[in-house]
């Protein structure tokens, strides 16, 4: 006799399939404006390849690039528009836990939503960089 898929896997198996796919259009896209010259980068092509051969701490001084979550206030730049799709690729995980919550709850089996939510919370926390991990 087969066995059945849980429909919660199956939607969780779906959300990750589409969430990984429409991420990486994201930044195949995103990508495309930053070498079309569309949105002009935060740090310029010729302080660029000066730049990325000096070690990383050169790089964000000189660069003015912020660290942590500092990047999302440069996403009108071209050259950190595509974290946009490496964040979402990232956080697809998280993305993907979270309609399992409600969905366990209402089969009745609160410790598998207890778990779902505990993996949610510890992943948000390691990525907001509260800790000193993270989030670099």
């Given amino acids: 006799m087969p066995t059945r898929t849980?429909?919660?896997q199956v939607n969780y198996a779906n959300l990750l399939f589409y969430g990984s796919w429409a991420a990486l259009a994201i930044m195949a896209v995103t990508y495309l404006?930053?070498?079309s010259g569309?949105?002009?980068?935060h740090v310029p092509l010729?302080?660029?390849v000066l730049l990325w051969k000096q070690p990383v701490g050169?790089?964000?001084g000189k660069g003015n690039v912020p660290q942590g979550w500092g990047w999302v206030v440069l996403l009108g730049s071209?050259?950190?528009l595509n974290f946009i799709g490496i964040v979402l690729l990232a956080g697809m995980t998280v993305i993907c836990f979270?309609?399992?919550i409600p969905a366990y709850l209402a089969k009745k089996e609160p410790i598998f939503a207890l778990i779902a939510l505990a993996e949610v919370v510890v992943l948000l926390l390691a990525a907001s960089g509260i800790f000193g991990a993270g989030a670099h």
């Fill in 58 to 60: 050169v790089y964000l």
């Fill in 33 to 35: 404006v930053y070498v």
């Fill in 78 to 80: 071209g050259d950190f």
């Fill in 38 to 41: 569309l949105l002009a980068p």
């Fill in 98 to 100: 979270v309609p399992l």
């Fill in 46 to 48: 010729n302080d660029l």
């Fill in 6 to 8: 849980p429909q919660e």
